[in-house]
């Protein structure tokens, strides 16, 4: 099993900078690549970032691009989401995911909460 615990969420303004940190405990042998996904209220879970556990390839969401960044520290087992420029649309509980050999998110964290007041 892969254990993943997020912390760094919390309530900012407009325009303000969040970042977010995912810690990964357990068999991490078996990542590919984590991700961090959002759930905002009334809505259906959605995709922001992603990165190769090896080789740190990336991927954003057209929606955070320019704003978000995805990154690692592999020997702290721990992926970050850097939030700049936030804007109330961004507010939702957001997920770090883990993607193992069969290319599925089989492994989720407990979500951190994300409120950008206007």
């Known amino acids: 099993q892969v254990q993943l615990v997020e912390s760094g969420g919390g309530l900012v303004q407009a325009g303000g900078s969040l970042r977010l940190s995912c810690a990964t405990s357990g068999r991490t042998f078996v990542i590919y690549a984590m991700g961090w996904f959002r759930q905002a209220p009334g809505k259906e879970r959605e995709f922001v970032a992603s990165?190769?556990?090896?080789?740190?390839?990336?991927d954003h969401a057209d929606s955070v691009n320019g704003r978000f960044i995805i990154s690692k520290n592999n020997a702290k087992n721990t992926v970050y989401l850097q939030m700049n420029s936030l804007k109330p649309e961004d507010t939702a509980v957001y997920y770090c995911?883990?993607?193992?050999?069969?290319?599925?998110?089989?492994?989720w964290g407990q979500g951190t909460q994300v409120t950008v007041s206007s």
């Open positions: 990165i190769r556990w090896s080789g740190g390839s990336t």
């Open positions: 995911a883990a993607q193992g050999a069969s290319a599925r998110w089989n492994y």
